[in-house]
């Protein structure tokens, strides 16, 4: 067997052999775009079926609703208290002018401002939803490495995925941490000995600039290359167009947040009709949106095998603005990236079915 297919076998191995749910630390930018609000849907919904345990949702940027936001899903899945975190000191906004400033929390809640880099998504799910959630401000939730260092020192070694869907900040952050009250094992050796795989969002195939990886990309540069376990990445080609959403757009149902978010979101397909070409541009498709967040998700809790190929090699930052390419290594590339497998049309089918499972224990 070829070294390749080794370590596609081991991560298949480490998803599916046991019966037991996936432990899944979930790591979202949820801040300009919403496949986040599918991805944490879809989370849940494997949740409720009892495929995976979420351990936390952790925000990847700071001074904004991300956090709010997360726990307004959370709640509406009837899990209102698990952990959270962000970022302190350094992180990303998401709104590209602006990338480092912090936006003013004090900001009316669901009032679209003229650059807030889509922001008024989240301040509105929160204007919308109160009572349901605890950080309206990230920056007053609970540091980010805290958590994780918490959540990771009290699992079974080898146990948990990672799925981050946002920025890399938080990894980046989490391999510098040192040892401390809550365990004595540096930041790297404790992933090493906690973690058994990254599933990242991130980066562009073959190359070229990527959302997830390019805003911070020094802390992208930093993890990547220091990351001790295997890292599967579901790349912004393969998401582009595999289109989910609009299923969840059209529910019938009352007060449903990830409703809200895609019905709020996603153009009719009339807009479509009249310019395809510009819609699928900006990611959009008659399904609905691209789907690169919820596949990540797909992996995380169900491996590569039920829907996608892989290829093995190496994603690394170049230069300073925040490239990367893809160095393919068949026989000793410490990343894997997915391929099409099923078609993505399939793909979409299996994230919108997720995505509009009502919740087992609502929150409502
Ligand atoms: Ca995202």
Known sequence: MKKAKVLVSCVAVALAATAAPVKVIFDTDMITDFDDVG????????ADAGECEILATISSTRGNASVGAIEVINHYYGRPDLPVGSPKGMGV????????????????????????????????????????????????APDANETYRRVL?????????????GFTTNMRRLLETKPDAISPLDGKTLVAKKVKLWVAMACQYPFGQEYNSRWDHESSRI???????????????????CFAGRAVAEMKVERCPVKDVFSGNIPSRE?????????????????GRSAWDETAVLVAVRGIEPYFNAERGTFRMVGNKGDNEWAPDAENGPHIRITEKVSKFEVARVIDELMTRPPKHSGK
Request: hydrophobic share 35%; net charge positive.
């Open 271 to 287: 807009e479509i009709r009249k310019d395809s070409a510009k819609w699928l541009r900006r990611g959009y498709g008659m399904g």
């Open 39 to 46: 991805a944490l849907a879809c989370l849940h919904a494997l």
């Open 93 to 140: 906004m998401g709104d590209r002018a602006g990338a480092k400033e912090k936006v003013n929390p004090s900001a009316p809640l669901g009032e679209k401002r003229g650059n807030d880099g889509g922001h008024y998504k989240y301040r509105k799910l929160l204007a919308d939803y109160p009572g349901w959630y605890r950080h309206a401000d990230a920056d007053d």
């Open 223 to 241: 993890a990547f290359a220091n990351w001790p376990t295997p890292i599967v990445f579901s790349d912004a080609k393969y998401g582009k167009d």
């Open 153 to 165: 020192a009290a699992q079974p070694d080898k146990s948990v995925v990672i799925c981050s869907v």
